[in-house]
């Protein structure tokens, strides 16, 4: 389900017994009933500059280091955006994490040959130092019978693409917005009954993957352990799915930074891509002049 003004929602397919069955839980309401209420707050300013010596620095991907694109596998970090980010690692002694809907592998791949901790598919994917192994919360076959009921849809449909991340698969519409309503119903159909799984309507997407587990429980996790334990939190992200940790940053007294116009519990606000990567900059020049 979808409402005005949310340009994203999630549906969990267990029935709530409070208005009873067949009714999906909202985004708003999943956001609502956790205590985050998305405000629109236009007097936002720029936040403070990131202090390497006690923030741990925690970065959307897509929509806040790298701008979208149609085509999900041609995403790139801007020009000249590659060494700064690096040096930010380097300064914050690798209490940087990438954190995103996207594999851990992709995100890898798109940054080389720099490699940082990260959080993968909301979570389910974790790697607490660049170095370290990555863990897994489940296994991908558990998404298999989605696989198999999505299979005809893709085949009959080729304008559509899915995308397996092994622990959530995403349909993606961007270069065919006329198939949103087909996309969505069919992820809605494929996952029905299954109350382990969460759906999210999301932009020009629609992604499916294990309930109990958000960006802000894994921002959470990953607070408790090095490199990352006893600093102050800093989180940046343009999505909804990023409100979770913005939440979380806030009520922690660090810095929560919405990236974009849309709705936010965050305390800041960057306009875009190209201002991230600016911040960023300014924050390492400041600590070269102090």
């Known amino acids: 389900m979808r409402r005005r003004g949310c340009d994203c929602a999630f549906e969990t397919l267990k029935p709530r017994p409070d208005i009873g069955d067949g009714f999906a839980k909202t985004e708003i309401e999943e956001l609502g009933g956790r205590g985050i209420n998305p405000i629109w707050l236009p007097t936002m300013s720029e936040p403070p500059k990131i202090d390497p010596a006690r923030h741990a620095v925690f ?40 954190v995103s809907g996207r594999k851990i592998a992709d995100l890898d791949r798109f940054l080389s040959p720099m490699r940082f901790a990260a959080a993968g598919v909301h979570g389910l994917e974790r790697r607490i130092e660049p170095g370290a192994s990555v863990e897994r919360l489940i296994t991908p076959e558990a998404l298999d019978p989605l696989r198999d009921a999505l299979a005809p849809v893709i085949e009959g449909n080729p304008r559509l693409k899915l995308e ?121 020049a400041e600590r070269n002049e102090a």
């Open 164 to 284: 397996d991340k092994g622990l959530a698969l995403v349909l993606h519409f961007r270069t065919a917005p006329d198939l949103q309503g087909l996309a969505q119903s069919a992820m809605d159909r494929a996952a029905e009954g299954r109350d382990d799984l969460v759906v999210m309507h999301g932009d020009m997407i629609a992604e499916v993957h294990p309930a109990g587990m958000d960006k802000g429980q894994a921002l959470a996790a990953m607070m408790e352990r090095a490199p990352f334990k006893g600093r102050v939190p800093v989180y940046v992200g343009d999505d909804t799915t990023d409100e979770f940790a913005l939440k979380v940053v806030r009520d922690r007294g660090g810095l929560s930074v919405k990236v974009g116009e849309k709705e936010s519990v965050a305390a800041y606000r960057l306009p875009h891509v190209a201002a991230v990567h600016r911040w960023i900059a300014a924050s390492l």
């Open 59 to 98: 970065l959307d991907f897509d929509g806040t280091l790298a701008e979208f694109v149609d085509d999900p596998d041609a995403v790139r970090l801007p020009d000249g955006t590659f060494e700064p980010l690096d040096r930010l690692r380097e300064a914050c002694d690798d209490a940087i994490c990438i």
